[in-house]
């Protein structure tokens, strides 16, 4: 089977492709069990809000929900902002 996301996520810089993997299984719709968590990153609504995001993020495109997750770690670093998947992936 053909992933329809491929030709985007190869465009990640590999730290984020790294959490990505972690957090969604590279699934930009991905929702998580309790509806909590959004999209690629994983974002909640409030963090997504807080980068500027609007909408869902699970029905935003990848360079959106990329955008959202290189302010959030600028703002964050990547161990605060996806502290077990940094720590899983050796992000720093």
Do not use: H
Request: charged share 25%.
């Amino acid at each position: 089977m053909i992933d329809p996301y491929f030709n985007d996520v190869e465009l990640l810089a590999d730290d984020y492709r790294k959490i990505a993997v972690c957090e969604s299984s590279l699934n930009p719709r991905a929702v998580n069990p309790s509806g909590k968590y959004r999209g690629m990153f994983q974002f909640d609504n409030r963090s997504w809000t807080w980068v500027g995001g609007s909408g869902d993020p699970s029905t935003a495109s990848i360079a959106e929900q990329y955008k959202r997750a290189r302010i959030l770690v600028a703002r964050q670093g990547f161990d605060r902002a996806f502290p077990q998947c940094a720590k899983k992936m050796g992000v720093n």
